[in-house]
């Protein structure tokens, strides 16, 4: 299985809503990483995780949470978002930290914040 | 901190001819040169990479050539064809966490 898989495809959500964004792989990949991509524009790195352990935070603003319960899911809990936040949002996972190995992408979850 | 600039934004080239998309980085310190495409509508999808230690590579109708002195890397791609046609993105990783992207350049192949 060399594919990650990322739930929900699309998201319509309030300012005032909680939800989850949830990125699965299956490869033994130990290290997995959430990107923010708007339209035209390329991938812009949010997190890190490496060995289920948080090892980038890209200055996020904190209404971005991400969690990593075990070393083949990651999540991303969104609360009290703004409009600008309205995007395309990747997860992608390598083999390990360190290693000059190709990332693999998630199909990406398209969040509007209405 | 490091910054990958990327040219052209857009390339159009007839079915059959060459495309060449141009890359420099900043950090003298990036080993890993990936290159990634995006269709509309979908997910960047590794093409090819090169690793600091060689100065080209080739797989079919894809190259990439690198020039560590200058800090250039580019992307060829000869024989196009209409499903060449997406977004490819160069970036560059001092091989640790970070990857940074290009902004991307917009390939139409018509035919």
């Known amino acids: 299985d060399t594919e990650v898989t990322q739930t929900p495809k699309h998201l319509v959500m309030g300012m005032t809503n909680k939800k989850s964004l949830k990125c699965e792989q299956h490869m033994g990949h130990r290290a997995m990483y959430w990107y923010k991509q708007k339209a035209k524009k390329p991938p812009e790195l949010m997190f890190v995780y490496s060995y289920e352990k948080l090892s980038i935070n890209e200055s996020v603003p904190s209404r971005f949470s991400p969690e990593c319960p075990n070393s083949s899911l990651l999540n991303l809990h969104l609360h009290a978002l703004q409009p600008e936040d309205s995007a395309l949002y990747l997860c992608a996972s390598s083999q390990a930290p360190g290693l000059l190995a190709e990332q693999y992408f998630g199909p990406g979850t398209r969040l509007t914040v209405t | ?111």
């Open chain 2, 1 to 111: 901190g490091e910054n990958v600039e990327q040219h052209p934004s857009t390339l159009s080239v007839q079915e059959g001819d060459s495309a060449v998309i141009k890359c420099t980085y900043s950090d003298s310190a990036s080993n890993y040169f990936p290159w990634y495409k995006q269709e509309l509508g979908k997910r960047p999808q590794l093409i090819i990479d090169i690793r600091s230690n060689v100065g080209e590579k080739k797989d079919q109708r894809i190259a990439v050539t690198l020039n560590k002195t200058a800090k250039h890397f580019s992307l060829h791609i000869t024989e196009t064809q209409p499903e060449d046609s997406a977004v490819y993105f160069c970036a560059a990783s001092t091989g640790g966490f970070k990857t940074i992207f290009g902004a991307g350049t917009r390939l139409f192949v018509k035919a």
